[in-house]
């Protein structure tokens, strides 16, 4: 008969990896073809009798990532500086040493690309920073 022991852990240690080695050479030791499946790097260093060892193949899952949205910071003549460095700082995961570099950026040309994120939090962001008198264009990044 063949018996699949799946285990899922390494083999060394206590409790139900001393029982999977247990197990895997009783079976193995009655004739039954036995298949220890477990995560164990080297488990040849362990008695299992003739059982056979399967690692699972190490895979990277896949991610989809979400398409980017830059939020890009706009001068303006009307605000002081602090306030648009605050807000930069309070809505945003920039250091002050970054928002005071964007906001001078804004400042000199125009305009400054503060992030990039997924659209969802541009839009979030878009309506935060205009809530507190800033204006913040979105675009496909």
């Known amino acids: 008969m063949k018996i699949l022991l ?3 852990y390494l ?3 206590t409790g139900s990896n001393v029982y999977t080695r247990s197990l895997a050479r009783f079976w193995s030791g009655m004739g039954h073809e036995v298949i ?3 995560q164990d790097p080297d488990p040849r260093r362990f008695d ?3 059982a056979t060892v399967v690692r699972p193949r190490a895979t990277r899952p896949k991610v989809d990532r979400m398409p980017q949205w830059n939020v ?3 001068n303006d003549d009307v605000n002081e500086v602090d306030h648009v460095v605050w807000t930069i700082v309070a809505l945003t995961t920039l250091p002050r040493s970054d928002a005071i570099t ?5 400042h000199q040309t125009g305009m400054s690309l ?3 994120t997924h659209q969802e939090h541009a839009e979030l962001l878009s309506e935060q920073f205009a809530s507190k008198s800033l204006t913040v264009t979105i675009e496909p990044g």
């Not at 964007?102 to 804004?106: S, T």
Request: hydrophobic share 50%; with cysteine.
């Open 6 to 8: 799946w285990h899922g």
């Open 11 to 13: 083999l060394g240690g």
């Open 36 to 38: 220890v499946f477990c």
């Open 48 to 50: 299992l009798g003739t």
């Open 72 to 74: 890009i910071l706009h």
């Open 102 to 106: 964007r906001m001078l950026e804004a």
């Open 114 to 116: 503060l992030l990039s």
